[in-house]
């Protein structure tokens, strides 16, 4: 399974490291709890990263990196939909980061596959980097990215 990030430039070497996510609480962590937030396209990481941005400001420092994790050699779970409470899109949702959480501190998969919030029927797919196969994802050079000018009209 192929995944990808979106990241501003300075952030590369560290962007499969689950820094960002120990800093800063987001849909399916606290703060405090390491995982990264990888989309099963790349296009899809692109609107994920998109929603977070000023929109009259596009940055010209960005990055797309893929990574693989080798299926049918790690573990990886699949969190349905129908599982979640109904308002399960609302931003900082104490449920969902419980969910993360304990799914971090498990350990029991390498990768959680959870709906996106932004595209209804597509997924993202949360990594763990303290899970002891962690070092089994192989990840990609960074390349530039940039998104097309006529999206911060």
């Not at 430039?9 to 962590?29: H, I, M």
């Not at 929109?55 to 693989?68: F, G, N």
């Not at 996106?116 to 990215?145: M, Y």
């Amino acid at each position: 399974m192929w995944v990808w990030r979106i990241c501003k430039q300075e952030n590369a070497a560290a962007a499969f490291s689950g820094e960002g996510a120990r800093l800063f609480s987001g849909r399916w962590n606290q703060a405090g709890v390491r995982m990264v937030y990888c989309s099963t396209s790349l296009a899809l990481a692109a609107l994920e990263f998109f929603v977070h941005l000023d929109p009259d400001v596009a940055p010209e420092d960005l990055v797309s990196t893929m990574a693989e994790i080798p299926e049918g050699q790690v573990k990886v779970e699949h969190l349905e939909e129908a599982l979640l409470p109904r308002d399960w899109r609302s931003l900082e949702h104490p449920r969902l980061q419980a969910i993360g959480a304990e799914w971090a501190t498990s350990l029991r998969s390498i990768a959680l596959v959870v709906p996106s919030a932004v595209i209804d029927g597509e997924c993202n797919v949360l990594l763990n980097p303290a899970h002891p196969e962690f070092s089994r994802i192989a990840l990609s050079a960074a390349k530039p990215f940039v998104y097309d000018a006529r999206m911060f009209r």
